[in-house]
């Protein structure tokens, strides 16, 4: 069984950080593009940041590119998202999910999601 669990988010002043972990584990991780999306109240999910399995280019949404960045530790299964200089739209829940084909946006292009984690960012 495919499962992917997010954990490290939380609660921060606008300008902090915040390091979320994204587990992976029912299958071969190092086969997989892992990416980070964020849903906010009454908006539609959106794609965050990505890296893509087959040769570990990231990828990242204009609002993002310069604050976050995505890494990998195939040994721990794990992919991480530092998020520097939060501000309060970023506040959303962030989710990871799993796909066998390249980066993308698009959540549809994604087969396998984890529960999500809580980012409130305080102004």
């Known amino acids: 069984e495919v499962q992917l669990v997010e954990s490290g988010g939380g609660l921060v002043q606008a300008g902090g950080s915040l390091n979320l972990s994204c587990l992976v584990f029912?299958?071969?991780?190092?086969?997989?593009?892992i990416g980070w999306f964020r849903q906010a109240p009454g908006k539609e999910r959106e794609g965050v940041s990505c890296?893509?399995?087959?040769?570990?280019?990231?990828y990242y949404a204009d609002s993002e590119k310069g604050r976050f960045a995505i890494t990998k530790d195939n040994a721990k299964n794990t992919v991480y998202l530092r998020m520097n200089s939060l501000k309060p739209e970023d506040t959303a829940v962030y989710y990871c999910a799993a796909s066998f084909f390249t980066c993308s946006y698009h959540a549809q292009s994604f087969d396998s999601w984890g529960q999500g984690t809580q980012v409130t960012v305080s102004s």
């Open positions: 890296i893509d399995s087959t040769d570990g280019a990231t």
């Open positions: 029912g299958f071969t991780f190092v086969d997989y593009t």
